[in-house]
Every structure is written in structure tokens, then in C-alpha cells.
């Protein structure tokens, strides 16, 4: 089962590459754009924040805008999916990689280099160009749909059939070890079915799948991957090199500049007249923009550094179910944080 389970992902993949090359045939198409406020392209037209980032809620503005609602769980998979690096954000570097050609580099560099133009921002993209980016990530949904029964079948020997892979054990296998693992177990291939798997599945791009690897195309989805990504990721970087938050820092009436870090430079007096710090969590939570993923990363400086788990405990009112939604963090709640950090 899970053999037919890899060949699926291989036709998956094919299958998102032709739209990938269809669109980069477009001579309209160009993945991204140069004056942050007046141009926008592939990238900008999704990163309405102009922070640098595609977030969760940028991709169901994205798929709304072009008639496909999404469910919580396909929007986070979309994220999942653009998310190239497994760092738990989305840049202009993951995005390219996810939507131009892997398997024609000259229609890629061709793509890359073409000149701008302008489209005014909030604007959709020229009509085919929008067509063939929606398909992409509409061809990226319906593989999610057609392989999510089939992985829920094999889960359980993910392990077991990688060690077959990997003969040699060695902790990962190549593109020779997997076509040996075809042709001991008589399974039809060619060599593009290898190339899409490992296009698929190679994230860090060194020509082996990893055990990570492996299960992250493997085993089921699951929204709090992303999470785990961005948690690793954070504390994987030596902490002199960790930036706050990549998030844009919200809008008020003095300014709407979006900043890479997300600190106040002026600190801000405690409020004696707060309610009760239980009330003030369950107000915290009520709020439409709140998100624990944005609010711990999103930390000032003067408070203690803590992990996600103890900043939940924090946050969060006694049998309060967590949000993982990626959503911008209003100033207000940010003040209503920074008030239960205090106490």
C-alpha cells in the first residue's frame, strides 16, 4: 500500500509541474515585484500585508478572491505546502520555489528575469496570470484531497518501508536507493516518477531523503506541523541571530510602516486599573485577530524569553482551547499581552 502510496505522489507532483510550466509561459507572469507600494506580482498580489511574508490568512483572501473557499485544514496545508524551508513561514524564497518549474530551468530563469510592470495594490493579477497561480495551488488541494485517505492506510509503516528504501542504512536514501527498492519489488517507473518524488520531498535540496523528509510527504497532515516548524526553527538559530518576529508591526494613527521587528521602542506603563488577570486572558482570547503562533514570537525584549508550552500556560485561561491561526496582531491586542506578561 504504501509503495502505491509513493508512485500516487509521484503523479501528484507531476501533475503540479505542468501547471507550473504553463504559467511560466505566460509572458505576463513574474514572480515578484519591486516598488513595495505600487507593484504588485505573484508574490505581492498574495503578501497583502507587504510584510514579507504569505500568511494563513493571505491564502484564503487569495483562494476567496478567485471564487474556492477553504477549510481551516486545507488553508494550513496550503501554508504547509509554500512553506519550502519547513521554518513555519512563507517568503518570497519559498514561494518561488514552490511555484516556478523544477524540472525546466530555463523556462525558470526565464520566468525569473522578466521586467516589471505595474498592477495598484489590493488589484488582482492580469486574468491569465491569476488563472495559472490559482491553479497551482488548486492542483496542490486536490492531491491533498486524493493522497489524504491513502496516508491515513499507511502511516503505521512509514518507518518500515523507509528502512527498505535505505538498505544500507545509512539514515537517509538517494535517488539509485529508492529505483533498487523499484526494481526488487517489480514496480513499474521511469525516471521522471523518481524526480518527482524528489521534488516532492527534498526540502533541503542535498539529492537524499532524510526520515524527516520522508514522513513530512508521507504521514498525514496535521495543522500544528507548522508550529513545530516555526518552534524549530526558532530555537535551531543561534539566539544572537533570532529576530523577534517577522511579522508586520500593526497599524495605528501615527504611522502605517510595516516593521521587520515587532518592538515598541518607548515602553508602556502598566495599567493599575486592569481587571482580574483571569478576566483578562478570557478578553485576550476573545479578540478577532488573536493567535498564539504571532503572539509568541511576537515577545517583547523585558520579558523573560520562555517556551511556547510555558507561554500558552501564560496566556491562555484555565480549559482554553488554543488558536493556530496566522492572522496580523492588532496593537490592542498586543497591549492586552503585554499586561498579563506583566503581572
Known sequence: ???????????????????????????????????LFYQVRAFKRMDKSRCGEISYQDIIDFMLDNNCSLTSLEASYLLQYLDFNRDGRVTYTDFAKQILPKTDLILKETAAA???????????????????????????????????VIKELCKESAQQTF??????????????????????NFIQYDKQDISA????????????????????????????????????????????????????????????????????????????????LEIQKQQLIQQSDFNLIDLF???????????????????????APPNYQSKPISAKTYQMMLNILRQ
Open 114 to 148: 522578466r521586467d516589471s510592470y505595474f498592477v495598484l495594490a489590493n488589484k488582482t493579477l492580469p486574468n491569465e496570470v491569476e488563472w495559472g497561480l490559482y491553479k497551482i495551488l488548486h492542483q496542490e488541494l486536490s492531491n491533498f484531497k486524493h493522497l489524504k
Open 197 to 276: 518524488f524528489f521534488h516532492a520531498s527534498d526540502r533541503d535540496e542535498d539529492n537524499k531523503i532524510s526520515i524527516v523528509e520522508f514522513n513530512y510527504v508521507i504521514k498525514p497532515f496535521h495543522p500544528s506541523q507548522i508550529l513545530k516548524d516555526r518552534e524549530r526553527a526558532f530555537y535551531s538559530t543561534p539566539k544572537k541571530y533570532r529576530r523577534i518576529d517577522n511579522s508586520p508591526k500593526p497599524q495605528n494613527s501615527f504611522t502605517n510602516v510595516r516593521s521587520k521587528q515587532f518592538i515598541y521602542k518607548t515602553p508602556v506603563k502598566a495599567d493599575l486599573s486592569q481587571p482580574d
Open 1 to 35: 500500500m504504501l509503495t502505491e502510496l509513493i508512485i500516487e505522489i509521484c503523479e501528484c507532483e507531476r501533475r503540479t509541474e505542468t501547471v507550473r510550466k504553463l504559467l511560466s509561459q505566460l509572458s505576463q507572469f513574474e514572480p515578484y515585484a519591486g516598488n
Open 297 to 319: 514570537y511576537q515577545q517583547p525584549k523585558a520579558t523573560p524569553e520562555m517556551k511556547f508550552r510555558k507561554f500558552c500556560k501564560t496566556i491562555l485561561p484555565k480549559n
Open 163 to 184: 528502512q527498505m528504501i535505505d538498505h544500507y542504512q545509512l539514515g537517509y536514501f538517494t535517488a539509485q536507493h529508492l529505483e533498487n527498492y523499484f526494481k526488487t
